[in-house]
RNA sequence: GUCCCCAUCGUCUAGCCAGGUCCAGGACACCGGCCUUUCACGCCGGCGACACGGGUUCAAAUCCCGUUGGGGACGCCA
């Protein structure tokens, strides 16, 4: 029984992405569960791109995948590592169990192996290889492969981290094949051995791969490997409750950052798909750090909803300082068209847009008509408050403003008072002609800070080519 | 088809392991109201679920079995 000073196996979670194609919400949510808990564990947490598949991998996933955890704050210990530097290592492995038995050449081509598999599921069974090269003691030819050689018999299982107890009988398991024709690993082979190479102790993945455990176990003890822990996470499915997938819309984590989310909104959203902590809703990164464990992720499959990823991106944007929207806001100002503006407006003008905005997208949009020179008039908005009717009134508004300047709101809004007054009309009835001449738009935040953002002489300008629309 | 897994409001979930305090709690969405210079924010309220059937038990959302339903895996992809 050991103390302190003992080597107590050290926590080491790793995520292994596919760079054939982008890291998406699945995706995300394994590396985010396998990062939260080397970080709640003080482990540590490695990055490596398995791309043994040579047709599919492409350098631009890569960057994809890197980017995405970097927007998302997942750091690394090590990694990344790519399995393609890692050839030699696989290939004495293969030789190691070929030398010992433990696997076998075969000969089969995929034809006849797709035939095979057809006739068993004609008969109503399982499509499993069928052996027939297991006892032919085969050597290395064009086209070969080479197979594990399983047990027939018996049965294997383990103790899900999250699943509980699960077994699967050896013979409901084929003898897989552990390197290609094309002289490559495959991924049985590859992951296990990394994972033994690496010294990973906890794998946690997502659900799909609970059938392929029990071969890997297999595989750790032919190579007579230590096992690891498994943990299998629930799938995130599309709203139609089948496997998420780009016919769902958007899947790719950094289409999220394009619509205007916060990584810290994704972060949120993914962590709660599956795992909770009582009734919490928001957690910060710590907090996610410090609760998170595999004891709270539940066993069932979720639907990622969109809605509630708005909703928690709302109360990120609100809970932002506007320092860091500003800094994140430029792209999305780009888009619209806006490049040049003055940065003390919009620092000015973020408080009273933030409740108002619920991705940064929208953020740019309600800021667009304090940071251009001229904005845009809707025409529905001048059609129903810049008429003849509002003449006198925008009239009176420009003497106020002319007379008390914009820097007292209170002053101002007193003055707006009194007109309403004196001509009889609701506080609105001054104040939707003045918005729209502010602002373009017939909703906006209160038009005292609306003019306190945009200054004397701006909305003295706005005013007067409103009055010149009305009196037309 | 075979194997594996799963099953609480439309959705994410708490509760289940250690049965009673649950005629089931929170959140999103939705509906209504309040606030109000617009739009939001905010606040208040409403709608809404233990898949079904058997057990075990004084007592079951919680334990057991079955059924149904759903998902996943069956690749020289990962």
């Known amino acids: 029984m050991d103390k302190v000073t003992d080597n107590t196996p050290r926590v080491r979670t790793r ?37 043994t598949d040579r047709k599919r991998s492409k350098d631009e996933h ?69 052996g027939a090269c297991r006892d032919k ?30 077994t699967f009988e050896n013979k409901e398991m084929d003898d897989l094949i552990i390197l290609r024709s094309d002289g490559w690993p495959t991924y ?6 990394d994972d033994i190479d690496m010294g990973i102790t906890h794998v946690i993945r997502g659900d799909d791969h609970v059938n392929n455990t029990p071969r890997q176990i297999l595989l750790y003890q032919a190579l007579d490997a230590e096992l ?36 810290e909104a994704m972060l949120n959203a993914l962590a709660r798909l599956g795992w909770s902590h009582g009734d919490q809703e928001m957690f910060s990164r710590q907090e996610l750090i410090d609760y998170f464990g595999l004891k709270t992720v539940g066993r069932s499959a979720a639907v990622f909803d969109t809605d509630r990823l708005l909703h928690l991106n709302q109360r990120y944007i609100q809970e932002s300082d506007p320092t860091r929207l500003a800094e994140l806001l430029p792209p999305f100002l780009a888009a619209r068209g806006i490049a040049d503006y003055d940065q003390a ?47 006198t009134v925008l009239e009176r508004v420009v003497a106020l403003v002319e007379a008390k300047g914009t820097g007292d709101s209170e002053a101002l809004e007193q003055g707006v008072r009194e007109i309403a007054e004196q001509m009889d009309l609701k506080l609105g009835g001054v104040a939707q002609p003045v918005r729209v001449a502010l602002t373009g738009r017939t909703f906006s935040p209160g038009i005292f ?24």
């Open 449 to 472: 800070e609306v003019m306190g953002f945009l200054g004397d002489e701006r909305v003295k300008a706005r005013l007067n080519r409103a009055l010149a629309i009305a009196a037309k």
């Open 345 to 391: 407006v919009l620092l000015a003008c973020l408080p009273e847009l933030t409740p108002r905005a619920k991705t940064l997208v929208e953020l740019a949009d309600w800021a667009e008509p304090y940071l251009v020179d001229e904005p845009e008039m809707d025409p529905k908005a001048v059609k129903k408050f810049l008429g003849q009717e509002q003449v």
């Open 228 to 263: 690891p822990q498994f943990a299998h996470v629930p799938m995130i499915l599309g709203p139609d409750k089948t496997k998420l997938s780009k016919r769902h819309g958007a899947t790719a984590v950094m289409d999220y950052q394009e619509m205007g989310y916060l990584p």
């Open 188 to 193: 049985h082979l590859a992951v296990v051995l």
């Open 15 to 51: 995520f292994p992405p596919s760079p054939t194609g982008a890291l998406h919400l699945g995706g995300a949510r394994t590396a985010l569960f396998n990062w939260l808990f080397a970080r709640h564990h003080g482990g540590e947490f490695v990055l490596r791109l398995e791309d």
């Open 62 to 130: 890569v960057e994809g995948i890197l980017a995405a955890m970097d927007w998302l704050g997942l750091d690394y210990d090590e990694g990344p590592f790519y399995q393609t530097k890692r050839l030699e290592r696989y290939r004495e492995a293969i030789d190691q169990l070929l030398e010992q038995g433990r696997a076998y050449w075969c000969h089969c081509s995929p034809e006849d192996l797709t035939k095979k598999r057809e006739a068993a599921m004609a008969v109503g069974g399982k499509p499993m290889y069928d």
């Open 137 to 166: 003691n085969l050597g290395p030819a064009p086209g070969a492969v080479v197979r594990y050689k399983g047990p027939r018999t018996g049965s294997t299982s383990f103790n899900d981290l999250v699943k509980g107890p699960i």
